[in-house]
């Protein structure tokens, strides 16, 4: 079986990356194709056996199963270039939320999924967001979730979803990582700590945070409960979020869903 990227910009490169590390493929299985071509030959100094296409004719030609992993306004280009020669047997991989697989299987003839990674696959955890098309054969479903297993908690999500569960699984860390930056800012303005000790204190306890809830040792209901003493500063704090979160994420998952609905407008296949 025959693994194609096709983009190796943030995405393409750490898919082929964890893949590879996590050995859920062999690097002679896969083929990459960039725009420049230097990113992908940056991947072929790391992992030697990997190909390298000269063009995206030749990817798909020699491809069971490719990803396209471009801005989504990059999707209409490569699908022109590809649509009358794609196979039946052959499959394609969407990774961006706004182009369902409905419009994918409506410009190909093959098999079609989508599947939204994150980049906490780097570290083979977190999820990646699977919707498969009407056409998607039984084995290749399979075959695909197998390997997600590798890097990822693949999870199946209805395309009326697909834009807040990615928000959650693959915006969440540069989400979360803004209001850690802004905790970080307020805790030296506040109390006086460096911006470096608040920075190596709140690095180590997400970490210690995410050791918790990935072994199941607690659920987030529980560590408010255990961490909040009665009468303590715990309280006060959460009091203080409280008082002050407002309307904030209610904001956040308004705003990304209007700009899915104004990006579905303007993307065409
Ligand atoms: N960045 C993230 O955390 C996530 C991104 N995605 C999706 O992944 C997709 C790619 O995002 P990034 O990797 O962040 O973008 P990026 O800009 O880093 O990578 C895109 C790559 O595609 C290449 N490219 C553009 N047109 C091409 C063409 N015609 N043929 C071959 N290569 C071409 C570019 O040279 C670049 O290397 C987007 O659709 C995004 O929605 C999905 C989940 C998470
Ligand atoms: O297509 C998406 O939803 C992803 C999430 C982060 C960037 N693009």
């Not at 063009?55 to 590809?82: A, G, M, R, W």
Request: aromatic residues 6%; charged residues 25%; hydrophobic residues 40%.
């Amino acid at each position: 079986m025959k693994w194609g990227i096709i983009g190796t910009g943030n995405m393409g490169s750490m898919l082929t990356s964890s893949l590879l590390s996590s050995k859920a493929l062999e690097p002679d299985d896969m083929i990459l194709y960039n725009r420049s071509s230097e990113k992908a030959l940056k991947l072929k100094e790391q992992f030697p056996a990997i190909h390298v296409a000269a063009s995206l004719k030749e990817i798909q030609k020699n491809c069971d199963i490719l990803f396209i992993c471009v801005k989504p306004h990059h999707y209409k280009t490569i699908l022109e270039e590809l649509k009358s020669d794609f196979t039946e047997e052959q499959c394609l991989i969407s990774i961006t939320s706004p182009i369902s697989v409905n419009e994918l299987e409506n410009h190909t003839p093959c098999q079609v999924a989508r599947i939204v990674p994150s980049i906490t696959n780097h570290a083979h955890a977190g999820v990646s967001l699977f919707t498969f098309g009407s056409r998607m054969k039984k084995e290749r479903k399979e075959l695909l979730l197998e390997t997600f297993k590798a890097i990822s908690t693949p999870v199946e999500v209805e395309e009326e979803h697909i834009r807040v569960a990615s928000d959650i699984v693959s915006c969440g860390p540069a989400f979360i990582s803004y209001l850690l930056s802004n905790w970080i800012t307020a805790a030296q303005h506040v109390a006086g700590i460096s911006e470096e000790q608040a920075t190596e204190l709140t690095e180590n306890m997400m970490i210690g945070l995410g050791e918790l809830l990935s072994k199941r040792i607690f659920t987030l209901e529980e560590l408010m409960e255990k961490v909040t003493v009665k009468g303590g500063v715990t309280g006060e704090g959460l009091q203080a979020m409280e008082d002050h979160l407002g309307e904030l994420f209610f904001e956040m998952f308004k705003a990304t869903q209007r700009k899915h609905k104004d990006d579905k407008k303007s993307i065409e296949l």
